[in-house]
Nanobody
Framework: QVQLVESGGGLVQPGGSLRLSCAAS????????MGWYRQAPGKQRELVAK???????NYADSVKGRFTISRDNAKNTVYLQMNSLKPEDTAVYYC???????????????WGQGTQVTVSS
């Protein structure tokens, strides 16, 4: 099993920056990919950014050029650097880890508890 703990959320003004961190523990070698999702009030949870074990990175079109995802394998931690924040970025941000063995009937995903990001106007 994998446990994920997020940190770094907070309140910022439009145009400001935040850096989110997600520390993974447990069966680290079972992780295929890690990323960030967000859910705003009244909206579906959506992918923000994801980095796969081999290094491939995917970004949502709405954040591309403003957000950067990175990882520190030695610390089992993934980061999300968020720059030029907009009010529409306001949401609860959740760390996600995909199970390498998801195709064999294992639990496919692990989730953190979420961290609030608020961009005030």
């Amino acid at each position: 099993q994998v446990q994920l703990v997020e940190s770094g959320g907070g309140l910022v003004q439009p145009g400001g920056s935040l850096r989110l961190s997600c520390a993974a523990s447990g069966s680290i070698l079972s992780i295929y990919a890690m990323g960030w999702y967000r859910q705003a009030p009244g909206k579906q949870r959506e992918l923000v950014a994801k980095i796969i074990r081999g290094g491939t990175i995917n970004y949502a079109d709405s954040v591309k050029g403003r957000f950067t995802i990175s990882r520190d394998n030695a610390k089992n931690t993934v980061y999300l650097q968020m720059n030029s924040l907009k009010p529409e970025d306001t949401a609860v941000y959740y760390c996600n880890a995909e199970n390498l063995l998801r195709g064999f009937g294992a639990q496919p995903d692990y989730w953190g508890q979420g961290t609030q990001v608020t961009v005030s106007s």
